[in-house]
């Protein structure tokens, strides 16, 4: 009888955590989310495909082209975007009353565009 018992609790034991391992598993892919992914190319024929590989799952994701994935990334990384319009910044510069203040914004904007191509 004890033996009996003691299979029934060890195999109640088995099927708790075999109920418990998939959240587990989805609790260590959530954990990771702020994560970058990783992905795996796959090379068919010449052409690289892409596939998200999920390490906490041991599984894959969709299979996305080369243009897809950067697409994907980029959404995923890109914080803001900033549009600067030379003309806007040449016509602001011009409606700045003091030489000094303009000549000083002139050179930061001359010394940003010269770092920017280093």
Not at 70 to 89: A, K, N, P, T
Request: proline share 2%; with cysteine; charged share 40%.
């Amino acid at each position: 009888m004890d033996k009996e018992r003691g299979a029934n609790r060890l195999r109640n034991i088995c099927l708790r955590l075999a109920d418990v391992r998939p959240r587990i598993s989805r609790l260590d892919q959530m954990k990771g989310e702020g994560k970058m992914a990783k992905y795996h190319r796959i090379i068919i024929d010449g052409v690289p495909y892409y596939r998200e590989y999920s390490y906490g799952l041991d599984g894959y994701g969709e299979m996305l082209s080369e243009d897809e994935l950067v697409q994907r990334l980029l959404e995923e990384v890109v914080d803001e975007e900033i549009e600067i319009s030379q003309r806007e910044i040449e016509a602001a510069l011009r409606r700045i009353a003091d030489r000094d203040d303009r000549n000083m914004l002139q050179s930061y904007i001359r010394y940003l565009e010269r770092i920017s191509r280093e």
